[in-house]
């Protein structure tokens, strides 16, 4: 079973005469372990996708299962629990609280998980650890570089060991230098087993993906392989 299928998905703004297809009947396959790279213009589409993939948004038509469950007819309450439970994001603006440390806001996907207090800090630690972000652990987002506040996002994306990864234009605030450590870093977890969906502009960034989905006016034009 795959860990997302889309099917015939439609996003349709102002229906009728001037309505706008930001999804325009797109099916899509992805098996646990991928590492998927969607690249498009802007207005291409990807980030509506991307909302939906997210259960950030639903679709006009179509459905959508994650992990075999059929997510698209679902309401905000059962959307925001798929989100905390399934899906770890990473975000081209980091995101993170500036009042809180990166230990904080690491740990804070896990207090909406309900997890106690010594297992969250274990496993905020951990994925801080894991990014080699210890050493600032207990800074506020303001006292850290570009580089390192994308490092204290992936951590809080991984803390809870989703099945997904969403990552849209996480290197797109950082230099190209910066950039290709948070790319080595989501390679080093794709290696390890995770399913990564990386939505980007960027060609060079892309190619570092092992399946790429090109997709224009709301549709795929281009998938480099199908879900193994």
């Known amino acids: 079973m ?22 325009d009947g797109v099916s899509l396959s992805i098996s646990n372990g991928e590492f ?7 207005g291409s589409g990807k980030s509506t996708l991307m909302n939906i993939l997210g259960c950030l948004d639903v679709p006009t038509k179509g459905e959508y299962r994650l992990s075999g469950c059929l997510v698209s007819n679902m309401k905000d309450n059962e959307l925001s629990i798929i989100r905390n439970e399934q899906i770890g994001f990473i975000f081209q603006g980091f995101n993170l609280i500036p009042s809180l440390t990166a230990m904080e806001n690491v740990e804070l996907p896990l207090v909406y998980r309900g997890i106690h207090r010594e297992l969250r800090k274990k496993l905020a630690a951990e ?3 894991r990014v080699g972000l210890s050493n600032r652990a207990h800074h506020k987002p303001s006292q850290l570089s ?16 989703p099945p997904m990864i969403l990552a849209d234009e996480p290197t797109g605030n950082l230099d190209s230098r910066t ?3 948070v790319m080595d870093i989501l390679l080093e ?10 939505i980007t502009h960027d060609e060079r960034i892309a190619n570092s993906c092992s399946r790429l989905i090109r997709i224009a006016d709301g549709k795929i034009i281009e998938d480099s392989g199908c879900s193994a």
């Open 2 to 23: 795959a860990l997302i299928e889309v099917s015939e998905v439609y996003k349709i703004y102002n229906p009728g005469e001037n309505e706008v297809r930001a999804l």
């Open 36 to 42: 998927i790279g969607v690249v498009g213009q802007s």
């Open 127 to 129: 994925a801080l650890e």
């Open 146 to 161: 570009g580089g390192q506040q994308q490092r204290a996002a992936i951590a809080r994306a991984i803390a809870a060991r």
């Open 179 to 181: 950039g290709m450590e």
């Open 189 to 198: 977890l794709h290696r390890e087993g995770r399913t990564i969906v990386l």
